[in-house]
């Protein structure tokens, strides 16, 4: 329960809450557009008709995860131009939503995958890509933990995050060459598994769809990061009210 | 008067003043990368700390692999590019952490800073030694593959691809090295940033030795050996343009 002195000292609180209710209510949406709205594909049949629809939520953290990764791209830049630690708090606040995100684009990539691939995994490389970005962000976030100056944490992460940045067009375009070279098929669907033809083949509805739950997941998307943004924020004026404190 | 003599007993003591010479060309950029990485073997030629575990673990790992495949796998062939790459990478990282380690473990980190060289410089110094010890690792774990596995690795595009996989490995390992030197347990945080990032390296090395050693024209791989090229070229300048940026607070 928040005190009144809280309500007054943060000028976030109300539209943080407001942001919040915002972000619930969307999900129930896209849950009813997912489920409810959307018609049945045409051209899949059985359980991968009904597989099908977790396809907006896949796609909706897949736009999430993106946004967040190129924040901390603009962050990372951001810091080594301006030296603000502002610009700090939005790369890891990008980073560490975006990677939430990332593994929702895991969970509902694999659950979506056995039905249609009939495996849960395989080293496509979208996959392969994806799986190799996931371990670069977590490699960051483990890496600001190792060092206590801010201003050095900032520094030395924002490099990492361009160079990391840098190496996954790589990774993807090495996949892509690797796997036509010794060619993975299951049941002879890989043309679907290379994911592309899907959006091609939407329907109205599912365009209607694709779009409510892709602007729904950015909303939550938003009040998460805000969230962590601004406890970042706290967190670092405490460490500013600490340095006063001691000096 | 005082400060006169001072100065006069300390010139004395130092010869001639230090000046920091920035300008001189390529050809004086290239004098002083050589300055450090000379001091570098020079070090290691004593203490023969780096490259020696790097060879020992090599081996080490060659004959570990040998058992975990021996009589397993129908052609040795099949497993030795995987072998050769992961040996490379997990060799690199153990001697790749000492370069700046041990400069901080030593507090000397300081003093090749304030020495009057561009930090390019002192990158590219490191980057020279690190690729001589790769490179030694090299020599030794492939002829052990040839005895252990019955595979010739000594074939024009294979030692190729591996210079370019090299090269890139030591550019970005140097680079993240030096990102990593202060950090607390730099040991185990090099690996984990690293390795990811060089995953390209490793798939474009592991597909090429592969389709060399498949037999297959060279005209359908040249695809590796440009992602290997174009890698080693994009961190090379990247690096060039931000290492100046790890150092500027310290």
């Keep these: 329960m928040t005190t009144a002195l809280q309500r007054k000292s943060d000028p976030w609180y109300g539209p943080l809450l407001a942001l919040d209710v915002l972000a619930g209510l969307a999900m129930v949406v896209a849950i009813w557009a997912g489920l409810l709205f959307a018609k049945d ?48 708090r939005i790369a890891q606040a990008g980073v560490e939503v975006g990677t939430l995100f990332a593994f929702g684009i895991m969970i509902t990539g694999s659950i979506w995958a056995k039905p249609t691939w009939n495996t849960y995994w395989t080293w496509d490389p979208r996959l392969t890509t994806a799986t190799i970005t996931i371990l670069i962000y977590l490699a960051y976030m483990l890496f600001r933990n190792g060092m206590d100056n801010r201003h050095t944490r900032a520094r030395f ?91 | 008067m005082k400060q006169q003599m001072s100065s006069d007993s300390l010139g004395g003591l130092l010869g001639r003043p230090v000046e920091m010479r920035t300008g001189g060309g390529f050809a004086a950029f290239l004098r002083k990368v050589w300055a450090v990485a000379a ?47 992961v040996i490379v990478l997990f060799a690199g990282v153990l001697g790749l952490h000492r370069s700046f380690g041990a400069e901080v473990d030593r507090e000397t980190l300081a003093g090749l800073l304030l020495a009057p060289v561009e930090p390019s410089a002192i990158y590219f110094g490191k980057l020279a030694s690190n690729l001589l010890y ?16 019955d595979t010739n690795l000594f074939q024009f595009y294979i030692l190729l691809g591996l210079f370019l996989g090299t090269l890139g490995y030591a550019e970005v390992g140097t680079f993240f090295a030096a990102l990593t030197a202060n950090s607390r347990a730099r040991e185990s945080m090099l690996p984990v940033l690293l390795l990811p990032v060089m995953v390209p390296v490793f798939m474009a090395g592991v597909g090429l030795t592969a389709g060399i050693l498949d037999g297959r024209p060279i005209s359908g791989l040249y695809s590796w050996l440009v992602i290997l090229a174009m890698f080693d070229l994009i961190f090379f300048v990247a690096a060039y343009w931000i290492v100046d940026l790890i150092w500027d607070g310290i």
């Excluded at chain 1, 043309?191 to 729904?216: F, H, K, N, P």
């Excluded at chain 2, 700390?49 to 040795?76: C, N």
Aim: charged share 15%; aromatic share 14%; net charge neutral.
């Design chain 1, 41 to 88: 594909a045409v051209n899949l049949a059985g359980d991968e008709r009904v597989a099908q629809r977790i396809f907006y939520f896949h796609m909706g953290c897949n736009i999430t995860a993106t946004i967040g990764f190129l924040m901390s791209v603009v962050g990372s830049v951001g810091y080594l131009v301006r030296r603000t630690l502002v610009w700090d």
């Design chain 2, 39 to 85: 001091k570098d073997i020079r070090a290691e030629l004593r203490a023969k700390e780096v490259a020696s575990t790097m060879i020992v673990f090599g081996l080490l790992a060659v004959i570990i692999f040998g058992l975990a495949f021996d009589l397993r796998v129908p052609k040795s062939s099949m497993v030795v590019p995987g072998i050769l790459w």
């Design chain 1, 157 to 247: 992460a924002s490099i990492y995050a361009l160079f990391a940045f840098l190496s996954v067009p790589f990774t993807y375009y090495s996949a892509r060459i690797f796997r036509s070279i010794h060619p993975v098929v299951f049941n002879g669907t890989n043309a679907e598994a290379q994911g592309g033809d899907v959006v091609g083949s939407v329907g109205a509805t599912m365009g209607q769809t694709l779009l409510i739950t892709i602007t729904c997941f950015i909303i939550l998307f938003l009040a998460l990061f805000f969230h962590r943004w601004r406890q970042l924020s706290l967190e670092s004026r405490i460490e500013d009210l600490r340095e006063e404190l001691y000096q």
């Design chain 2, 134 to 149: 790769l490179f030694l690792l090299e020599l030794f774990v492939l002829p052990t593959l040839l005895v252990m596995f």
